[in-house]
C-alpha cells in the first residue's frame, strides 16, 4: 500500500540535544512538507521542499532543520535552538493536485 | 495569504445533516478550497475539494457561491465517527505551501 510513515510515533528529548525525525514516502509525490501542531491548535509549516534537493523555510522554520538527498525522504531536525519543541509533527507529500495533501501519522515530540 | 475563518466548534445528534461555513474574503483565482477531516493524534484526512459551485463525493458536499469567498462543508447524517476537527484549506500547492494555512478548525462533536 502506497502511503506516508512517520518514525517514531512518540519521541522523547533531553533539553539541549538534537533530535531527527523521519518521513518515508512511497506515493512517488514530487513535494513534501513538515507541519507543527500544538494543542488545539491549527498546523503551521515548518519546511517544504518542492523537489530533491532544494527547500523552503515555512512560517516557523527558526530551530529546525531538513534534507533532501532522495525523493522518498524528508527528514525534520529539530535542533536545540528550538525553544519549546514539544508538539506534534505532521509530515505531508503532494502531486501536483492544488491542496491535494497525504499526511503521515504524526509523531509525539516531548522534551523532558 | 488566502486566511480562512471557520466556527471553533460545532455540536450535532447523530443522524442529522451538519453544515460547516468556512470564509475566505481574499480567495485568489487560483485557489482552490479542500476540506481535511483530523481524528486526534493522526494526521488529517483529505474530504473533498472543489473550485466553484457543488461538489459531491461519498462522504460530503462542497457548496461554493459564485463569488468563492465562503464556501461549506455538508455531511449527511453524521454518525459518532464523525467526531473530529475539521479544517477548510484555501490555496494552491503549485504557487508554494506558503500559500496555504491551516487555521484552529472546527471541532465538531457529534451526540448520541
Known amino acids: 500500500d502506497g502511503g506516508i510513515t512517520q518514525s517514531p510515533k512518540y519521541l522523547f528529548r533531553k533539553e539541549g540535544q538534537n533530535v531527527t525525525l523521519s518521513c518515508e514516502q512511497n506515493?512517488?509525490?514530487?513535494?513534501m512538507y513538515w507541519y507543527r501542531q500544538d494543542p488545539g491548535q491549527g498546523l503551521r509549516l515548518i519546511y517544504y521542499s518542492q523537489i530533491v534537493n532544494d527547500f523552503q523555510k515555512g512560517d516557523i522554520a527558526e530551530g529546525y532543520s531538513v534534507s533532501r538527498e532522495k525523493k522518498e525522504s524528508f527528514p525534520l531536525t529539530v535542533t536545540s535552538a528550538q525553544k519549546n519543541p514539544t508538539a506534534f509533527y505532521l509530515c505531508?507529500?503532494?502531486?501536483?493536485?492544488?491542496?491535494?495533501?497525504?499526511f503521515g501519522s504524526g509523531t509525539r515530540l516531548t522534551v523532558v | 495569504l488566502a486566511k480562512t475563518t471557520q466556527p471553533i466548534s460545532m455540536d450535532s445528534y447523530e443522524g442529522q445533516e451538519v453544515n460547516i461555513t468556512c470564509s475566505h474574503n481574499?480567495?485568489?483565482?487560483?485557489?482552490?478550497i479542500t476540506w481535511y477531516q483530523q481524528f486526534p493524534s493522526q494526521g488529517p484526512r483529505f474530504i473533498i475539494q472543489g473550485y466553484k459551485t457543488k461538489v459531491t463525493n461519498e462522504v460530503a458536499s462542497l457548496f461554493i457561491p459564485a463569488d468563492r469567498k465562503s464556501s461549506t462543508l455538508s455531511l449527511p447524517r453524521v454518525s459518532l465517527s464523525d467526531t473530529a476537527v475539521y479544517y477548510c484549506l484555501v490555496g494552491d500547492i503549485q504557487t508554494g505551501a506558503n500559500n496555504l494555512f491551516f487555521g484552529t478548525g472546527t471541532r465538531l462533536t457529534v451526540i448520541p
Open positions: 505531508a507529500s503532494s502531486t501536483s493536485s492544488p491542496g491535494g495533501y497525504t
Open positions: 506515493l512517488n509525490h514530487d513535494a
Open positions: 481574499n480567495i485568489a483565482t487560483n485557489d482552490y
